[in-house]
Structure formats: structure tokens, C-alpha cells
């Protein structure tokens, strides 16, 4: 007799951590944002609907307590995902030659993602890269914020306008790969509900 | 003195007033965005927001004084990474720098120092001088090399009989602007009170007659054109700080 039965995809863990994840970065990107604004580095700036904080110092109190949330939350994450084995099951194996493969297709519209408890390669890699990209943020906005306290993490950066740089590309490229995991999970809906109950349906 | 001084910045910090630069705040602090954002939260009244992040403020001031060093010194450069030219910043524009005649110059002191006496410029140019060539971090990101010399500020507060094991060193400023500082970063070996910029008098826009140059603090915990400075236990705030910056700003 078949039954259905219902398989834990996403750990609790996982998916109260994503979630917050979710609204620190949010505040965290529009503040931030209100911040660059003030001296903007290159030659544009964000537009004042996408920011928050409404001036330089609202926007500066938003960011050093969003940046609270971000770093506790993350915190659980990653010694979680560490400790539990949840990054080396789903994250590891990664191969280069697997990434290319899987990001080709899913340019051509062709890559599959069937069973939502096995990441495939070009998620693996996204998934991970947003990770480091996140840590660099953090590292290079501590940098940032205490430059003398910290110099030899500043240091590391080229001193304080190398880590001001860093922490902007680093900004660039954790909303960039979430533009395109947004993207992806519209064009995969079935994997948006799985992030609130954590489980799939699946035929035994 | 100190009752004239401690009485200024009380009507500065009145309730009313208080309460009126929070009104201020909230009207420029939350964005449509902001507001949008919260209304998934369960702080959607605009006000208790505000509350949170003033106290997140206060908790980041402590971490900060926590996490000073006082004996880590701030970075110092060769003589030719300094920024020229060196760029102006204040509260207003470069045309309203106040101008002040130096001859009539008195620096006042106040609260728990023991040795009030007013200061005459000649007098703090006959103290021990050194110098620093440091990088200035301002509040909005950018940041600037310069060159500033003056006297250790540990040394003259120790010379005027400062009470330092008090919290705060206060500073009134003939640019109406104020700030105030923890003792510990007061007393940082690399804290002073800087005559001159780039082995000249100290130009007016550079803040005439002196400024308290600090490398480890953001620019704006630096104060230009200081009138008067006191020791207290009470935090006196600042033109910045009272309006939502960070009080501690540490770098």
C-alpha cells in the first residue's frame, strides 16, 4: 500500500535562521545603502525609496543594530551547518567542471532540480559563495568600524580604504547572488513553501 | 565657571527640546520604505522604533569603551601620504568659519579641574609640542591624511589638575558646536590639543585657535575652535550626538 510520507528537506534551524537572515540583510543593504549615499565612492548613488534611515544618522543607527541580528544569526548558522554535518552533506561535494555543467543548463532552461533535498552543483556553489561573501562583508565592516581597535584585520584589507572598497564589493556581490536565487525560486515555486515547512511530499 | 558652563548645556538639553529633536528625527528618520518594512514587525509604532535604536546606540557606546584599547595607537604615515589639500568639514560652509582674534583669545576651564585659570595662546604655544601624521575618518566615509602638532592632552589635563578618574571631558566651541568624550580615550597618548596643521598656526578652517585631534575617534568627535573645555561625571552630550549619532564613535 502506498502513503504518501513527508521528508525533512530544510532543518528548523535552517529555515528560523534563513528567515531572520532575510530581514537583517534587508536592513542592513537599504542602511547601508543610506550610508554609501552620503559619499558615494563611484559615480552614482542608491535611490532614497530603496534606502532606509531617512539621513545619514538614522540610517547609521539602523545599521549598527541590524548588525547584531546579521552577525548573531549568522553565528547559529554556520556553527550549526558545521557542527550538525548540514554544510558537508549538502554543500560538499563540489567540482568546478559539475558547476559549469549545471549553470550552462540552467541558462539554456534545461537544469533540473527534481528532488529539493539534493542541491545541484550551481546551487552548491551559489549557496556557499554567498556564505563567504557574507563573512567578507562582516569582516571587512568590522574592519570599517574599527580601524585602530582592528587594525590587523584592517591591515589585511589595505588599511581602512581597502576595507571600505572590500566591503562594498562584498555588499555587491551577497545582492547579486541573492537577485538570482530570488529569481531562481520564482522559476521553481514548488521549493518556496519547503522553506516555511521544511518538508516535501514524497511517494513511498 | 563650571555652574555657567553646566547651565548652558542643561538649557541645551531641556526635555522639551529633547523631545522636540526626537519629533525631528522621526520625521526624517523613517522612510516610506522603513516604515513599509516594519509593518511585517511587531514594532510598528514609529516611536518605540526609535527608542530601540536609541538604546541600541547605548549599547553600541559600551561595547566600544570596552572594546578601547588605550594603549593601541591609531596608524601613523610618511609625511608625503598627506591629503592636499586637507578637506574643510563642519555644520556649515567654508564662507561662515567663525573668525576669531587671537590676541583676545582665552581658553576656560571648568568643571572638576582643580586649577581653572583661563589660557592664553601664547602660554599653550610655550607647552611641549609633538606632532602626528594620522588619518582623520569622518562620520559620512571618506577619510584624509593630515598633519597636526599641539600638546599631549594627557599632559595638560594633568598640568591643570583634572579630575581623571572622571567620566567625560566636555567641549563648548565658538562655532556653537559642542561634543564630549570618555575620559580613557582623553587621555589616549595620541589625544591633542592641535595649534597647528602642517607646521603652521592652526587656519581658521582648520579650527583656529585649536582643535582636539583625536585619530581615534571619527571626525566629528573632533572638535574645532574649542572656547571651553570640562571635566563631569555627566554626559554632556553633543551637536551631533543629540541629533542620533553615535555618542562613543570610536575608530
Known amino acids: 500500500m502506498a502513503a504518501d510520507i513527508k521528508e525533512l528537506v530544510h532543518p528548523l534551524v535552517v529555515r528560523v535562521t534563513h528567515w531572520i537572515n532575510v530581514v537583517a540583510l534587508l536592513l542592513m543593504v537599504a542602511s547601508g545603502w543610506r550610508i554609501y549615499n552620503a559619499d558615494p565612492i563611484f559615480d552614482f548613488s542608491f535611490p532614497d525609496e530603496l534606502t532606509l534611515g531617512g539621513w545619514l544618522a538614522g540610517a547609521l543607527q539602523w545599521h549598527f543594530a541590524a548588525m547584531w541580528l546579521l552577525v548573531l544569526n549568522g553565528l547559529v548558522y554556520v556553527c550549526y551547518g558545521i557542527i550538525s554535518g548540514h ?88 545582492v547579486l547572488i541573492v537577485v538570482v536565487h530570488v529569481v531562481m525560486v520564482i522559476l521553481v515555486p514548488r521549493t518556496f513553501p519547503t522553506m516555511f515547512t521544511g518538508r516535501i511530499r514524497r511517494a513511498s | 565657571m563650571s555652574n555657567k558652563m553646566g547651565g548652558s548645556f542643561l538649557a541645551h538639553r531641556t526635555p522639551q527640546v529633547a523631545n522636540l529633536e526626537r519629533r525631528l528625527f522621526l520625521k526624517r528618520g523613517l522612510s516610506v520604505g522603513a516604515l513599509a518594512l516594519l509593518a511585517g514587525c511587531e514594532l510598528t509604532d514609529a516611536e518605540s522604533v526609535q527608542k530601540v535604536l536609541w538604546a541600541m546606540s547605548g549599547w553600541n557606546d559600551r561595547v566600544q569603551d570596552w572594546l578601547f584599547d588605550p594603549s593601541r595607537l591609531a596608524p601613523e604615515f610618511p609625511e608625503s601620504r598627506i591629503t592636499r589639500p586637507f578637506p574643510f568639514n563642519g555644520y556649515y560652509s567654508e564662507s561662515e568659519v567663525p573668525v576669531i582674534d587671537g ?101 581658521p578652517k582648520y579650527g583656529f585657535p585649536m582643535k582636539l585631534r583625536m585619530p581615534t575617534k571619527l571626525g566629528f568627535k573632533n572638535p574645532k575652535h574649542i572656547a571651553a573645555i570640562f571635566v563631569t561625571n555627566e554626559n554632556p552630550g553633543g551637536y551631533w550626538e543629540d541629533k542620533g549619532y553615535n555618542w562613543f564613535s570610536g575608530s
Open chain 1, 87 to 174: 554544510f558537508r552533506r549538502k554543500l560538499l561535494p563540489i567540482s568546478p567542471v559539475a558547476v559549469l555543467r549545471d549553470v550552462r543548463d540552467a541558462l539554456r532552461g534545461r537544469l533540473a532540480h527534481d528532488d529539493l533535498s539534493v542541491y545541484n552543483a550551481a546551487q552548491r556553489a551559489a549557496y556557499l559563495a554567498l556564505i563567504i561573501a557574507l563573512i567578507v562583508m562582516v569582516l571587512s565592516g568590522l574592519a570599517i568600524w574599527k580601524p585602530v581597535q582592528l587594525y590587523w584585520l584592517a591591515s589585511l584589507m589595505g588599511d581602512y580604504e581597502g576595507a571600505r572598497l572590500l566591503h562594498f564589493f562584498a555588499m555587491a556581490a551577497v
Open chain 2, 103 to 203: 590676541t583676545d583669545y582665552r581658553l576656560e576651564l571648568g568643571g572638576m579641574i582643580r586649577d581653572a585659570k583661563p589660557w592664553r595662546l601664547p602660554e599653550l604655544y610655550a607647552l611641549p609640542q609633538v606632532s602626528q601624521v594620522t588619518r582623520h575618518i569622518c562620520v559620512e566615509g571618506w577619510s584624509a591624511i593630515g598633519k597636526w602638532s599641539g600638546v599631549r592632552f594627557s599632559d595638560f589635563l594633568q598640568r591643570v589638575g583634572a579630575d581623571t578618574t572622571a567620566k567625560y571631558v566636555g567641549f563648548q566651541c565658538a562655532d556653537d558646536y559642542s561634543t564630549s568624550i570618555d575620559m580613557a580615550t582623553a587621555l589616549h597618548p595620541q589625544t591633542l590639543l592641535a595649534l597647528r596643521y602642517a607646521d603652521e598656526i592652526l587656519p
